[in-house]
């Protein structure tokens, strides 16, 4: 599989590695750290250099109860920092939106996929992508972030799914989106318990049956602080873990904050599966 993204193209018959750069004074995990464009910048060369192929730029949390901010507040946060990027690297870059004026704008700044947790659900968010023309990622995520992890319930949550990101698929091809564009995210921690997490995890060659790539984002995530109960920074190991087993299962595209370490185990465990 091989993913357009402008000057470059993904191969993704190899799994590779995303690099997330937060700009917002909120995210879970490094919220603040990368606001100025400076240290933002200083941060790509730094994923990149540890082997990123993809960096993934966020202007809005969307971390359990996180509020909301404005279209215009997110393009002041994120198109500095794409037009900065753009102007030194032809490195493929993904924009972490579901606003259709972000995604609009970010393209026309240098970005080249649109990672929406929201499945091109918002408003006039699918009619931008079929006309920005870009690959995308659908993330499945029950309720809204201020409130997603409250309550979360399912009869049975790998069906129920893989029912949705099929059903998102359909309706993005349906509208004009090319099939080899789209990609997948099972939205690990986005309105799951622990459970639902690990079961999801469990059964990911389901997921990646569905013949799109597959994206897997759980580096920090809650699910490995409440199931080995240790906090944020004590979560590398853990993460790295997750990630090769990912690799393993078939997923395509791993979206971690400690990019070096993840290279390193992808490139492990994708040798051993690979080997004659």
């Not at 590779?16 to 909120?26: E, F, Q, S, W, Y």
């Not at 129920?160 to 789209?182: K, M, T």
């Not at 990630?243 to 490139?267: E, M, N, Y």
Request: aromatic share 4%; proline share 4%.
């Amino acid at each position: 599989m091989k993913l357009p993204c402008g000057n470059r193209t993904l191969d993704l018959s190899q799994p590779v590695v995303m690099g997330i750069l937060n700009v917002t004074p909120d995210s879970f995990s490094d919220g603040g750290r990368f606001r100025q464009k400076d240290t933002a910048l200083e941060h790509v060369r730094q994923m990149l250099n540890e082997g990123a192929d993809i960096i993934d730029v966020g202007g809005e949390s969307t971390r359990p109860g996180a509020e909301a901010v404005s279209v215009a507040e997110e393009l002041d946060r994120v198109i500095p920092i794409i037009e900065a990027v753009r102007a030194e690297s032809d490195v493929p870059l993904s924009v972490d939106t579901s606003k259709a004026e972000v995604m609009v704008e970010a393209v026309k700044a240098g970005a080249n996929l649109i990672n929406d947790v929201r499945a091109l659900r918002g408003k006039g968010a699918l009619q931008a992508a079929v006309e920005l023309k870009v690959p995308v990622c659908l993330m499945h995520m029950q309720g809204e972030p201020r409130v997603m992890q409250q309550a979360p319930a399912y009869e049975d949550v790998v069906a129920e799914v893989l029912e949705f990101l099929r059903a998102r698929s359909q309706a993005c091809i349906e509208a004009g989106i090319a099939e080899q564009h789209i990609v997948l995210d099972p939205g690990f921690g986005f309105g799951k318990s622990l459970q639902h997490n690990l079961r999801l995890f469990q059964q990911l060659e389901q997921f990646v049956a569905l013949g799109f790539p597959v994206l897997v984002g759980v580096s920090r995530k809650s699910m490995i602080g409440t199931l080995l109960d240790i906090p944020l920074e004590e979560r590398l190991a853990a993460s790295v873990a997750l990630a090769g087993l990912a690799v393993w299962l078939g997923a395509s595209i791993i979206r971690v904050h400690d990019v070096q370490a993840t290279v390193h185990a992808v490139r492990m465990c994708q040798a051993i599966k690979q080997a004659s």
